[in-house]
């Protein structure tokens, strides 16, 4: 049935292709269906035929529908994937840059700190060793990290802002939802016209066909951009980003396990230097007490 349908719709003239059907008093009657090819010529198609092919391309449009339903769950899954890695990515940047933020935070208020214990005396042996222990930080293996990221993800947004860059994701994500946008379009249409098609017009097999060649240029458009993305472009992507995560987080946690005893100093050094700051405070009230109780004694006892 593709071949008679396909030779239907490609050839370009038939000529006296009657089709025979019964008039009801077991004679034959004989009926022409004629299409306008050229000026001069023209396509002859019988009724019978025609039913069939309307037929046969509403089959064939419902199998394509059902095959790219199927691949559109597969695109999905890609898709979700790739905006998954890259948001996880993200936020796994935005955090290295809060983590050097406050280690480069830390230091600076030790710094501050050893200074004012200095000068108002708010120093004991325990917060002296503390201090005198407290290392800076060495951020370069942590801005490595950062840099490897910032490099990737500004590299990606640099290829999204070129148009012309087909190899980009982003680019041809948009790509894929322009074309099938055309190919919903396209198809919806097509299944209208075939739903309504007047099979006893012959002159309409031509109209058929222009419909056919353009629905398939359409859907191959679709099909390609499609299939580009899901063959090649998403999945070298999903495996790029998942082996960058994967070394970052890693990264990450060896270089948590190295400052996990500056952090547990720096924690305990601000607590030490509260307490003394505190005692300190209280002593000084206190004494300022005493002076002035000493003092009235003094006064009333003139």
């Known amino acids: ?3 008679e349908v396909n030779d239907l719709l490609m050839r370009h003239q038939i000529f006296n ?7 009801g008093d077991g004679e034959q009657q004989t009926t ?3 299409e306008e090819i050229t000026t001069t010529r023209t396509m002859m198609v019988p009724k019978g035929i025609m039913v069939g092919l309307v037929e046969q391309l509403k089959f064939n449009l419902a199998t394509v529908e059902m095959q790219e339903s199927l691949a559109l769950e597969e695109h999905t899954r890609l898709e979700e994937s790739c905006k998954l890695l890259e948001n996880l990515l993200e936020q796994v940047l935005n955090h290295l840059d809060c983590v050097i933020l406050s280690l480069n935070s830390e230091n600076r208020l030790v710094t501050q700190l050893n200074a004012y214990t200095i000068r108002e005396q708010c120093l004991n042996e325990k917060i002296s060793t503390k ?11 942590l801005k490595k990290i950062q840099s490897k990221l910032l490099t990737i993800l500004k590299h990606d947004a640099a290829e999204a802002d070129d148009d012309d860059d087909d190899n980009d994701v982003k680019n041809r994500l948009n790509e894929f939802r322009s074309r099938q946008s055309n190919y919903k379009l396209a198809l919806k249409n097509f299944k209208i016209i075939l739903e309504i098609f007047n099979v ?6 031509g109209s058929l066909r222009k419909l056919k060649r353009q629905f398939d240029q ?3 458009d679709y099909q390609h951009c499609r299939c580009i993305l899901d063959r090649e472009l998403m999945p070298y992507f999903i495996v790029e980003r998942t082996q960058l995560l994967a070394d970052c987080l890693i990264s990450l946690g060896a270089e948590y396990d190295i400052q996990g005893n500056t952090k547990k100093l720096f924690n305990g ?16 009230v206190k004494k300022e007490h005493t002076s002035f109780s000493q003092s009235e004694s003094e006064v009333e006892s003139q």
């Open 1 to 3: 049935m593709d071949e």
């Open 17 to 23: 292709n009657p089709y025979n059907e019964d008039n």
């Open 32 to 34: 022409y269906y004629e």
């Open 131 to 141: 201090l005198k222990n407290w290392k800076v930080d060495d951020l370069s293996r």
């Open 200 to 205: 006893e017009d012959g002159n309409e097999a």
């Open 218 to 220: 359409v859907l191959m």
């Open 269 to 284: 050094l601000l607590g030490d230097v509260g307490r003394k700051i505190r005692d300190n405070e209280y002593f000084l």
